[in-house]
Structures are given as structure tokens and as C-alpha cells.
């Protein structure tokens, strides 16, 4: 089965400093791994999606991950933080190996905080 | 181009009542999932929707059930309501077969059972 662990519940970064959100996965086969993000009474906004090719995705907002299959992960990163970006973040993946539409299986999210 | 609309955006029910509530996928899109997301955690899938019948189901009870329309909205049906079913509702549309392609989301109904 396809699932996904966000080990921290909350990050704190001071505004100006790099950013990383930790998500791991587990599945059959290959993944599609998406991060989305979250803010409050809104729904999920995606940020980017890894699919196939370079490890380094990039996506909106400044925002990118790296994919690293040997360790089954998909941090999210940012060089430069900012107040704005505070709010929670999704990880999420698809297998490609199950059949049919397979639906999106998501993380229990990481809220993150800028502190000014 | 209007994205994924959901209605209502917050709904107060008592236990044992039951609740329907509805989304319009982004226009072009034929998919319709629906997923739970419970305060401080992530949204876990109910179903999926596409050629107005269910595709794909997580693990919810027969309680949840659900409908497409040949518009391509869909609705969502709850039966029984128990406490633990607060929550937020979210509709997500996408295009069948396009597994490789972001989901696109609506804002969500707040649901509060009492």
C-alpha cells in the first residue's frame, strides 16, 4: 500500500533563512509525488510534482524538492523564507504500479512558521 | 475560468442527521474525488467519481455515498452523523486517466456535527 510520513509536526524558521519540510513515502512501484500547500479556511493549493527526470524539482513560490529514491524521499526546500510562506504543507504520493486512477494518498501535513 | 466550487462552505448538523453536499469540478475536468480532512490531519480519499460512477473507495462506511452528475459535479451523501464526521469536506477535480497531472482543489465545506 502507497503512504506517506511527515515525521515534523511543526517547523520554525526565522524569515530571510532556508526552509526544509521532510516527507518520506513508501509504494510498489514508482511514485508521483506532489507537495501542496494549505492556508487557513482555504483548500489545497499545489506547489510542484515530481513525475520522472531531473531530482530537483522546482515549482511556484520559490519552492523546490529533491527526489532521492534510496532513501524514499521528497524534502521540500527553499532558500530564503518568508512570513507569508507560514502554513501547513502536504506531502503526497501516487503508485504507479496500482491499477486504474489511482487516488492521491497525502501526509498529515507539517505546519510551517516564519518568524519575522 | 472558474476552478472547483463547493457548496455550502459551512454546514452545522446534529448526530443522526444526514448531509449532502456539492461540487462543480474545474471546468474540462471529468474526475471528482472527495476527501476528509479532520482537524490537524492530512486529507484522507473517500471516492472517486468519473462517467457518474464510483471508481476508486478508501476506507469510509457505507454511511458515505455519492453521485455524479452528467454535468460532471458531483455530491457527496452522509447518513447517520456521527460526531467524528466534523470535518473539513474537500472536492478535488482532475481529467480520468491523467495520473501524472495535480489534483485541483475546491475551498472545502466545513462540516460540524453537534
Known amino acids: 500500500a502507497q503512504s506517506v510520513a511527515q515525521p515534523e509536526d511543526q517547523v520554525n524558521v526565522a524569515e530571510g533563512n532556508p526552509l526544509t519540510v521532510k516527507c518520506t513515502y513508501s509504494?510498489?512501484?514508482?511514485?508521483?509525488l506532489f507537495w501542496y500547500v494549505q492556508y487557513p479556511n482555504r483548500g489545497l493549493q499545489f506547489l510542484l510534482k515530481y513525475i520522472t527526470g531531473d531530482n530537483l524539482v522546482k515549482g511556484s513560490y520559490g519552492f523546490e524538492a529533491e527526489f532521492n529514491k534510496s532513501q524514499t524521499s521528497f524534502h521540500l526546500k527553499k532558500p530564503s523564507a518568508l512570513v507569508s510562506d507560514s502554513a501547513l504543507y502536504f506531502c503526497a504520493v501516487r503508485d504507479t504500479l496500482l491499477p486504474g486512477n489511482t487516488p492521491l494518498v497525502f501526509g498529515k501535513g507539517t505546519r510551517l512558521s516564519v518568524i519575522a | 475560468d472558474a476552478g472547483v466550487t463547493q457548496s455550502p462552505t459551512h454546514l452545522i448538523k446534529t448526530r443522526g442527521q444526514q448531509v449532502t453536499l456539492r461540487c462543480s469540478p474545474k471546468?474540462?475536468?471529468?474526475?471528482v474525488s472527495w476527501y476528509q480532512q479532520a482537524l490537524g490531519q492530512g486529507p484522507q480519499f473517500i471516492f472517486q467519481?468519473?462517467?457518474?460512477?464510483?471508481?476508486q473507495r478508501g476506507n469510509f462506511p457505507d454511511r458515505f455515498s455519492g453521485h455524479q452528475f452528467p454535468n460532471y459535479s458531483s455530491e457527496l451523501n452522509v447518513n447517520a452523523l456521527l460526531l467524528g464526521d466534523s470535518a473539513l469536506y474537500l472536492c478535488?477535480?482532475?481529467?480520468?486517466?491523467?495520473?501524472?497531472?495535480?489534483?485541483?482543489f475546491g475551498s472545502g465545506t466545513q462540516l460540524s456535527v453537534l
Open positions: 471546468s474540462g475536468h471529468d474526475t
Open positions: 467519481y468519473y462517467e457518474e460512477e464510483e471508481r
Open positions: 509504494v510498489s512501484g514508482n511514485p508521483y
Open positions: 478535488a477535480s482532475s481529467l480520468k486517466g491523467r495520473i501524472n497531472e495535480k489534483l485541483f
